[in-house]
Nanobody, 118 residues
Framework: QVQLVESGGGLVQPGGSLRLSCVASGFSLDSYAIGWFRQAPGKEREGVSCLSSSDSFTNYADSVKDRFTISRDNAKNTVYLQMNSLKPEDTAVYYC???????????WGQGTQVTVSS
């Protein structure tokens, strides 16, 4: 069964850090580009970061640049999103997704809630 499962979300104070994980099963992540997305209540889903299949290219939304880092561990079939200096506006459900050779995101996780609040 093809599946992406996110974890690592939670409640954190402003300025804190979290590391989200996205574990793939049923397929190998190393040939897929990976994206992290988020959706806050009442807002559209937005792209946060992406990583090319070769790991040679990364991109970040302006709102998270220099605070978030995307990475992958192919041996663990896992992708990470390290989030530092978190702000209340980072509060959202975070999703990972995998894009194959067609370039569209084929597989999506169920999401993990991140809440930044004092």
């Amino acid at each position: 069964q093809v599946q992406l499962v996110e974890s690592g979300g939670g409640l954190v104070q402003p300025g804190g850090s979290l590391r989200l994980s996205c574990v793939a099963s049923g397929f190998s992540l190393d040939s897929y580009a990976i994206g992290w997305f988020r959706q806050a209540p009442g807002k559209e889903r937005e792209g946060v970061s992406c990583l090319s299949s070769s790991d040679s290219f990364t991109n970040y939304a302006d709102s998270v640049k220099d605070r978030f880092t995307i990475s992958r561990d192919n041996a663990k079939n896992t992708v990470y999103l390290q989030m530092n200096s978190l702000k209340p506006e980072d509060t959202a459900v975070y999703y990972c997704a995998a894009a194959g050779v067609r370039g569209s995101y084929e597989y999506w996780g169920q999401g993990t809630q991140v809440t930044v609040s004092s």
